[in-house]
């Protein structure tokens, strides 16, 4: 019902940046919470960031605070990840994800991001 696509991955030398979209084609609710996970090759899926859409709060992983920042445009049902001072370990397949709860239900079908040394 809901579909999420991320959009802006790339190729970059460590320490530039890039953004990430997350376009949301159905109905985005107050109380969504959207977020962004990464996945490198060969190891298990964590945590980036989220913001939850009503009041635009945010949290980090310890990893990525003070070089991402997620934020939202509600008029375009838009999530983006600007990502600065760019690392190789920054390397995965970026995703977009939504929840309503405590549990993530909703993914997108991801991006990839690789940065060079």
């Known amino acids: 019902q809901v579909q999420l696509v991320e959009s802006g991955g790339g190729l970059v030398q460590a320490g530039g940046s890039l953004r990430l979209s997350c376009a949301a084609s159905g109905r985005t609710f107050s109380g969504y919470v959207m977020a962004w996970f990464r996945q490198a090759p060969g190891k298990e899926r964590e945590f980036v960031a989220h913001i939850v859409w009503s009041g635009g709060s945010t949290y980090y992983a310890a990893s990525v605070k003070g070089r991402f920042t997620i934020s939202r445009d509600n008029t375009k049902n838009l999530v983006y990840l600007q990502m600065n001072s760019l690392k190789p370990e920054d390397t995965a397949v970026y995703y977009c994800?939504?929840?309503?709860?405590?549990?993530?239900?909703?993914w997108g079908q991801g991006t990839q991001v690789t940065v060079s040394s």
């Open positions: 994800a939504q929840r309503l709860g405590r549990e993530y239900d909703t």
